[in-house]
């Protein structure tokens, strides 16, 4: 099984793209067709996501009615978790579960955003040892089944990735949005109001100089990986999902330059759609959470619309894919899943090679989807029915008003609150009698 896990052959791309495929020549020919584009709305131009941008004005209202709800909704969130901050000093487990609720909120936030401002179609496929852990619900959405506890390790093509990688969290069931950690670069934690948010989530911020990084990873690990006990006596681990791209940054121009460089210098074979990863942020946080998780899952993205030797970065910006009305046209996910028993974990070297095989397999995966506009399909009937071999949702929560959770705390707070005013007041009329 080890062999099979470590030396697991990609499926064969077919001979000719499925019928709604839509292949990367059509975009490298400058094809002047809206692709998609609804007549009905002020399309302006040509775009890798298959129609213009919306006029100014248009814009200008959607930019604004995005920065209400994103800024109201993530003040909500912060001032939740400073009500809910005093727990640290009254019980360690109980701040943590509060705080993985703040999560889910964020979470919630980001997803209903997406499906506002930015609705996409998320096509799914993966190897065997997924394929009966991703099913098509009744409402259209995908359901999820991975564990509570994984690393996930992801190629980085736009600052999206990471969006639509939550989205995958809320699909899980159980829902794993409020247990997801990312290792983010230092600077972002200095970001007023989020900055402080995500200090509370437990992410954790690198400044990509090993000597100050691997003590804060090992504390924070250290959290993630402590066994508690319940009151009976029965140990567990607090569910997690730690999100790492390995490549260290977006794929971009400088990017493949870089990797170029380095792939020269080190003398191995460079890939074409990816970065080469960095291996060793991702072999200290397996050796330190060895024994606490069992599976190491991969996930490759592909995003429609970027045509050959160009990046996603230069299409999908947060301000076009938000207030511009120019959203990819569909976001691709491949899975497999890996034991972190079979993962070579003696020496950092050995450990390198293998992280390095994985993405020649990514790199050969998107060479597919640039040839077929298409992923492999999955395997199994049970995600194969009626989808060739793939699954496409949106992004989107399963009730549309399920945002409102973000402000139950403060509601409640400002309830209670008002009742004792009241209250107070009635006491001191009575006193003043």
Aim: net charge positive.
């Amino acid at each position: 099984m080890a062999s099979e896990l470590r030396q697991r052959a990609l499926p064969q791309p077919p001979q000719t793209p499925t019928a709604d495929a839509v292949p990367a020549p059509s975009f490298l020919a400058g094809a002047s067709v809206l692709s998609g584009a609804d007549p009905a709305k002020p399309y302006l131009g040509t775009h890798a996501s298959g129609r213009g941008e919306y006029g100014r004005l248009v814009q200008v209202l959607r930019g604004l009615s995005f920065t209400v709800y994103f800024l109201t909704g993530c003040i909500a969130i912060h001032i939740t978790q400073l009500i809910g901050a005093p727990l640290y000093w009254v019980n360690r487990d109980l701040y943590d579960a509060y705080m993985s609720v703040t999560k889910q909120s964020f979470g919630l936030l980001i997803t209903t955003m997406t499906h506002w401002w930015g609705p996409t179609t998320i096509r799914i496929s993966g190897d065997a040892s997924v394929a009966d852990q991703i099913r098509k619900t009744k409402d259209g959405l995908v359901e999820f089944s991975f564990p509570e506890r994984m690393v996930m390790i992801a190629n980085h093509q736009i600052y999206t990735d990471w969006l639509y990688l939550w989205w995958v969290g809320y699909a899980n069931t159980p829902g794993m949005h409020g247990y997801l950690y990312i290792i983010l670069k230092e600077s972002l934690k200095y970001i007023p109001i989020m900055g402080a948010g995500m200090m509370f989530y437990g992410f954790i911020f690198m400044s990509r100089k090993m000597a100050v990084d691997q003590p804060r990873m090992a504390h924070r690990l250290g959290k993630l990986k402590t066994q508690k006990t319940t009151p009976s006596g029965t140990k567990y681990l607090d569910p997690m999902w730690l999100l790492l791209f390995p490549e260290g940054t977006n794929a971009s121009q400088n990017g493949r330059n870089k990797s170029a460089k380095w792939a020269e210098k080190i003398g191995v074979k460079d890939t074409e759609h990816l970065l080469l990863p960095r291996s060793t942020g991702t072999y200290f946080c397996l050796t330190e959470l060895k024994g606490t998780v069992d599976y190491v899952y991969d996930c490759t993205v592909a995003y429609e619309g970027i045509p050959r030797g160009k990046f996603g970065e230069d299409a999908f910006t947060l301000s076009g894919t938000y207030f511009r009305g120019q959203p990819p046209k569909s976001v691709n996910f491949y899975w497999r899943r890996f034991r972190v028993s079979d993962i070579p974990l003696d020496t950092a070297e050995d450990f390198d090679l293998w992280l390095r095989a994985r993405w020649y397999e990514k790199d050969a995966l998107l060479e597919q989807y640039m040839s077929t506009g298409r992923f492999p399909p999955s395997p199994g009937e049970a995600v194969t029915k009626g989808h060739e071999g793939h699954l496409e949702t949106e992004v989107r929560t399963r009730n549309r008003f399920e945002f409102l959770q973000i402000y139950a705390v403060i509601g409640f707070v400002a309830l209670i609150g008002n009742i004792i005013l009241k209250i107070w007041a009635q006491v001191l009329a009575l006193v003043g009698r």
